[in-house]
């Protein structure tokens, strides 16, 4: 298992509709998810920065994302999600949100 923490940021006019969203996300968005061997998946919020959690399960992590941005239902989902954020400049070329090192764990 290999833990992610990705930043993004949110729109500060799109922040309540994305909350919105993300109260109900779509049973197609979590099944996909899970079917790419995402575990343990937070996403919080402060000061118009989006922090996500995750713990990847699987094996070829690039293949398991190809697969997850090739669904059609997590392409629309994505479409209404993307317009809402603004991602770091800093993010690596390929990233919409931006990988974060982990420096500390304790389990």
Sequence with gaps: MKRYGMVNRVRPEAEAEYVKYHADVWPGVLEMIQRSNIRNYSIYLKDGFLFSYFEYHGEDFAADMARMAADPTTQKWWAIMEPMQHPLETR?????????PEVFHLD
């Design 92 to 100: 690596q070329p390929g990233e919409w949100w931006a990988n974060m």
